[in-house]
C-alpha cells in the first residue's frame, strides 16, 4: 500500500462517527465490493474416528445472508460447520467453494476468503488484545513479509467494530467472557473474509451480550455483505437473527428456510424430541418457541 | 468531533505505537541478553589457570598469540566456550518450541524422554560396544531420534494431542533410565566412569571435534526452526483457529517436531544432556519477551547464558570440586521442575 493509500484511510478512520460507520470504511478499503464468495457441501459425510457423524447432506450458503444451523446436542452441526470450514476432511462428498472443491485450493488462499471461530479457540498466556486480533493477518502476510500499513489499519478497524478499541493494550487473560469473544470475533474480522463461520459464539455470554453479538455480527453483514452462517443453541435468537435457517437432525439436514416458513410446532418436536407452544415474537414478527415440559404447565398432556 | 472520532483516529496512531514500542522492546531484550552471552563468553576465554587479559584474548583470537595464549585460548578455552554457547542456543530453542507447540511448560525435550534416550543409547554406545569420541555423538543423536518416533508413534491416535505425548515421553524416559541402569550396573568401573561423567553433561575436554559438527548442524537447524517457528504464535491460537488461518497444522508440527528434536539430539551428542537447560529457558525468555509470543531468540540466548554462566561456576567456583556443568544446571533445574509440577497440579491441568 502507498502512503497516501495510507494517508486516505487514516482519514477514513478520521470521519467515522461511530463503530458503525467504521464498518462502512472496512468495506470501502477493502478496495472492493465483496465479489459474493460461495460455499456449498454437495453430498456431505463427516465422520470422527469411522463413526460417520454427518449423512451425505447438500447445503448452500445464501450469499450475503445470515444462516443460523440449529438442531438438538449431537446432531452434527457443529461438524458440519467444520466441515465446510475444512477444519475436517469429509468421508464423502465435496465442499465447494466458488464452485471448486475446497481441499484443492491452498490452505491460505481459502483462509483469505473464509474465516472460521471455533467452538474453543485458545488465547496464550500474556497475550494482548492488539497481539490476539493481530494473528488474524496471518493469511495475508506469508513466511517472509513484513507487517504493513494495511495490517494495522484491518486491526484498528477490527477494533473499532467490535467496541475493543479501548482494550487493546489489556491481557486477554484479564477481559470479561463478553469482552474476550468480542475480541476473538475482532481476530476473525482482521481476517477481512467475505464468508465467516462461527460456532457458538454466544455460549457463556449473558442475555444482553449475546444479543449485543448477533447485532454486531447483523451490523457486519449488512453494511459490507458478509455473508454469515452460525450454530447457535438459542432457538428464539437464531429465528429472530437468521435470514436462512438450517435445521438439522442425527446427521442429516430436516427443514430449510427461512425461519417464518420452517420452524412449526411440529417440526421443533420431531427435531428436539420436545413438545412446544410456537408464537410469534412481538419484537421481531419471527417464531417464538415456547417449550413444554412435565412440569409447570397447563396444559394437558 | 465526538469522542468516538477521536477513539478512531487514535487507534491507528496507537497500533502503530504499541508495535513501535513492542519491538524496540524485543530488540532490547535480544540486545541485552546477546551482550550477556559475549561477556560471560570473553570472561571464560579470559579465566583460568592463568588469567589471560581481554586484549591478549582478542589479539590471540584474531592470530596474532604468542604459543601458549594460542594453545590456552585456542585449543582449550575457546572450543569449550563454543560448545557451552552452542550447546545452551540449541537446548533453549529446542526447549521452546516444545513448550509452544505442545501448550506446556513441562514439555521439553530433557522432561519428556528425548534427552535420556540419547543417553540410554551412548551408554550402550560406551558401555556396551566400547565406542569413543565422535561415535559416541552419532549414537546419541541417533537416540534421541529414535525415541522420539517411537514417542510420536506410541501417542498417535488421528493427530497428537500435546498431553499425551508428555505423558507418554515421561513413561518412555522411565524405561530408558531402567536402560541406562542396566548397562551401568553390569559395566566395568573405567567404562562405567566415562558413562557416567557422559550423562551428567559435561563440558569438560571439548575440542573442535565436537565443536565443529556441532556448529554445522545448527548453521542449519537454527534457520529452519526461526522460520517454521513464525507459525508457532498461530500455532498457539489452538489448532482449528490456526488451520481456520490458513496453517497446514500437521505438516508443521511435525516440522517443528523433527527440527527441536534435532537440535536436542545434536546439542546432547556433543556434551550429555544438561540437565534442564531446555526446561528453564523458555519460560525465562517468554517472562523477558512477556508478549504472548514463541519467544524462541530470547529463549535460545538464555540457554546460551544458562549453560556458559554454569559452566563458568562449575569450573571457577573456589572450594568447589571441579564439578560437570549438568550437575550444576540440574541443582537449579530440579527445584523449577518440582515448583512447576506443584503449580500444574494445583490448577488441575498442564500450563
Known sequence: MTSSRAQETMTDAVEATDAVE??????????????????????????????????GIDLELPPGKVTMIIGPNGCGKSTTLRGLARLLDPSGGRVLLDGEDISTIPNREVATILGILPQHPVAPDGITVTDLVGRGRYPHQGWFRKWN???DEAVAQALAVTHTAELATRAVGSLSGGQRQRVWIAMVLAQRTDLLLLDEPTTFLDLANQVELLDLLTDLNRRSGTTIAIVLHDLNLA?????????MKAGDIVAEGSPKE?????VVSSVFGMRC?????????????????RHHTTKPE | MSAAVDAAAFDVGTLAQTRARGRVRRLSVAGGLGVGVLAVFALSLMVGAAVISLPDVLSTLAGQGSRNTNYVVLELRLPR?????????????????????????LASPDVIGISTGASAAAVLGIVGLGLTGLAISGFALAGA??????????AWRNGVSGYRLILVGIGLSALLLSVVSYFMTSAQVTNAQDALLWISGSLSGRNWNQVVPLLLSLVVLVPVTMVLGRVLGVLGLGDDTARGLGVPVDGVRLGLIVAAVALAGVATAATGPIAFVALLAGPIGRGLARDGGPALLPSALVGALIVLVADFLAQH??????????????????????WQLARTNSGGQGG
Open chain 1, 22 to 55: 467504521a464498518l462502512a470504511a472496512l468495506e470501502s478499503s477493502d478496495g472492493h465490493t465483496p465479489t459474493r464468495h460461495t460455499l456449498a457441501a454437495e453430498g456431505l459425510r463427516l465422520s470422527y474416528d469411522k463413526q460417520e457423524i454427518v449423512h
Open chain 1, 149 to 151: 500499513a494495511e495490517d
Open chain 1, 239 to 247: 429465528c429472530r437473527y437468521a435470514d436462512h435457517l438450517v435445521c
Open chain 1, 262 to 266: 420452517i420452524l412449526t410446532a411440529e
Open chain 1, 277 to 293: 407452544d410456537v408464537l410469534i415474537d412481538p419484537v421481531s414478527d419471527t417464531p417464538l418457541i415456547v417449550p413444554i415440559g
Open chain 2, 81 to 105: 566456550a563454543l560448545a557451552a554457547t552452542l550447546v545452551g542456543l540449541a537446548f533453549g530453542l529446542s526447549g521452546a518450541v516444545f513448550q509452544n507447540l505442545l501448550r506446556n511448560p
Open chain 2, 145 to 154: 531420534l529414535g525415541t522420539a518416533a517411537l514417542m510420536y508413534a506410541i
Open chain 2, 317 to 338: 567456583t573456589p572450594f568447589l570440586p571441579n564439578l560437570p556443568v549438568g550437575v550444576l544446571t540440574g541443582a537449579v533445574g530440579a527445584p523449577y521442575l518440582l
